[in-house]
């Protein structure tokens, strides 16, 4: 959880740094860069999800859980 929230912390203030920028392309370069920190959280906590459900399925080794 604690990576979850390093990287939402990590977009925030990426937003806010292009809110606070005037030029244009530095505006940009922030909130893409907010934006691939915000992906990454996402991505993380789906990730988090998958690996707290049990392991079950067709063809899965009982070894592997």
Sequence with gaps: MLQIDFL???AA???????QSTLANVRT???ESA???TR???RAERLEQVQAQPVQGIGRSPRLR
Excluded at 13 to 19: C, D, G, M, T
Aim: a neutral charge; hydrophobic letters at 35%; proline letters at 0%.
């Design 40 to 42: 990454l959280a996402d």
């Design 29 to 31: 370069r922030y909130a």
């Design 35 to 37: 934006e691939t920190w």
């Design 8 to 10: 939402r912390e990590q």
């Design 13 to 19: 203030r990426a937003q806010e740094l292009a809110k």
